[in-house]
């Protein structure tokens, strides 16, 4: 069965701190991994990963991939209230579906 | 920009009463999925669609039905509501790219459904 576990849960900081949220896999036929931002309402995209190695970059957001180790992970740096919100990992396993499977989510919350 | 739309926002039902969720998307998507999300339990998915009049079940299909007429729309359909369906529901869409498959979805702003 496809599995996406993100780490941690939840992660409180206070404003300026840089976090690193982590997101492992064990899935069949990998494509891409995904990362989303969900505030109070629906998930917004943030990064697609399909390669090893190649950090992707969005101002102070930036994301790595290591398809050997199976593993992601999400860095924020000089983190703002604004960033407060769950971060999502997904995970498209290739079987002729396109569906995505998703971890729990990270509950990031950035205090001033 | 991709948009994806949902016909309600908020919707209160009773038990035993059928209940359709509506999903219209404007990017000419081949493919469009319904999760539902729970706290604790992450999103997962209901059913997708890859085509007009196909339907995939997800991995919590039992108690939902779906409907994809054409192309632009998706809909959800409990056929009796119960309380354990009170949930977040989510729509989602993707262009499907062959090489890569679909990647990237664009989700609506959702519809949280209670059922007394």
């Known amino acids: 069965e496809d599995k996406v576990v993100q780490s941690p849960l939840s992660l409180v900081v206070h404003e300026g701190d840089t976090v690193t949220l982590n997101c492992s896999y064990e899935v069949t036929n990998f494509r891409s991994l995904l990362w989303y931002k969900q505030e109070k309402k629906a998930p917004t995209f943030l990064f697609m990963l399909t390669s090893s190695g190649i950090e992707k970059k969005s101002g102070r957001l930036s994301s790595i991939l290591d398809k050997k180790e199976l593993f992601s992970i999400l860095n924020i740096t000089a983190t703002q209230t604004g960033d407060s919100a769950v971060y999502l990992c997904a995970v498209e396993a290739g079987s002729g579906s396109e569906k995505l499977v998703f971890g729990k989510g990270t509950k990031l919350t950035v205090n001033p | 920009d991709v948009k994806v739309t949902q016909s309600s926002r908020y919707l209160v039902k009773r038990t035993g009463e059928k209940v359709f969720l509506e999903c219209v998307q404007d990017m000419d998507h081949e493919n469009m999925f319904w999760y539902r999300q729970d706290p604790g339990l992450g999103l997962r998915l209901i059913y997708f669609?890859?085509?007009?009049?196909?339907?995939e079940k997800g991995d919590i299909p039992e108690g939902y039905s779906v409907s994809r007429e054409k192309k632009e729309r998706f809909s959800l359909i409990l056929e009796s509501a119960s309380t354990n369906q009170t949930s977040m529901y989510l729509c989602a869409s993707s262009l499907c790219v062959e090489w890569r498959g679909g990647g990237e979805q664009f989700f609506g702003p959702g519809t949280r459904l209670t059922v007394l």
């Open positions: 669609s890859y085509d007009v009049k196909m339907k």
